[in-house]
């Protein structure tokens, strides 16, 4: 695990430990998700013998992309399933932020054939420069890494390019193939929420439901909002990836508990 993010993550990491898991800083590069990839397929090749390489995420080499969306696809499903019974129809439009690709892809798959809007949220960060985001498939090529082709942010030398999003599971500079094919065949839109938007759905969501949602899940909350103050009529399926109880720290550290933030965002919008 990146070595940021081990900060940005503490709690979780406590969690890891107390179950017995050894865990590994990352501390090379900008010592966050990339980079932890990188380790963990080095250590992999080192020690292919005695150990099994698993990641989280629908990237890397076949069979994994298949098989985490396979793992994931119970969510979109049972989603599915408890939306029509709910409401006697389907969403318009089901919605999922996207780091490598998982929760999305999971949660898509059930809807590819039917008459709904698919739609990624990419994570903007501070802005569209590159550097300032993780936004793959938005301002991303087609490129090789970690093992698999896909779409990728790259440098000029056609290195994997740095990125940046206050969510530690967003900030990956490529998307699971498939994600990538779906983005060509148009099936799915992909849309970007920068830093702040993501911030302020948080503090809604929490303040409004009661529910304390994932940074990373807050983007695709943040755009359902976003929809829905355009004055959108229909339904919006989002899926809240996470909890943010990992964030928290991070979150009051960096952003406070909400009012002020909540009034900074309203002058932003007006
Ligand atoms: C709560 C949460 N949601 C979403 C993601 C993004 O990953 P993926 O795109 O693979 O779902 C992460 C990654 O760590 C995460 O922790």
């Known amino acids: 695990m990146g070595e940021v993010d081990i900060a940005k993550q503490a709690p979780n990491v406590t969690r890891m430990k107390l179950l017995g898991a050894r865990v590994i800083p990352v501390t090379f590069g900008l010592k966050t998700l990339k980079e932890a990839v990188d380790a963990a397929f080095e250590a992999y090749s080192r020690e292919y013998k005695d150990a099994i390489y698993c990641i989280g995420t629908a990237a890397g080499p076949h069979p994994f992309p298949l098989m985490v969306r396979d793992f994931q696809y119970c969510v979109g499903e049972e989603a599915r399933e408890q939306f029509k019974s709910q409401t006697g129809h389907l969403p318009d439009q089901v919605v999922a932020c996207v780091g490598g690709g998982s929760n999305s892809i999971g949660m898509f798959t059930p809807f590819l054939a039917d008459p709904v809007e698919l739609v990624g949220v990419e994570p903007l960060g501070h802005g569209p420069a590159l550097g300032d985001h993780a ?86 909350l943040a755009y359902a909002i976003k929809v829905a103050r355009t004055g959108m009529t229909g339904s919006i399926l989002v899926n809240l990836s996470g909890r943010g109880d990992k964030d928290l720290d991070f979150i009051v550290e960096k952003y406070g508990y909400g009012p002020d933030f909540l009034e900074k965002m309203e002058a932003r919008r007006s």
Not at 144 to 149: A, D, S, W, Y
Not at 150 to 156: A, F, R, W
Request: aromatic share 6%; net charge negative.
């Open 135 to 220: 936004a793959t498939l938005t301002y991303g090529s087609e490129g090789v890494m970690h093992g698999f082709n896909s779409i990728m942010l790259s440098d000029e030398n056609g290195d994997p390019a740095p990125v940046y999003s206050n969510a530690s599971g967003l900030d990956y500079p490529s998307v699971g193939p498939e994600h990538a094919m779906l983005h060509d065949m148009g099936r799915i839109t992909y849309k970007t929420i920068d830093d702040e938007e993501a911030i302020e759905a948080l503090f809604l969501l929490s303040r409004h439901e009661g529910i304390i949602p994932a940074i990373e899940s807050s983007h695709a």
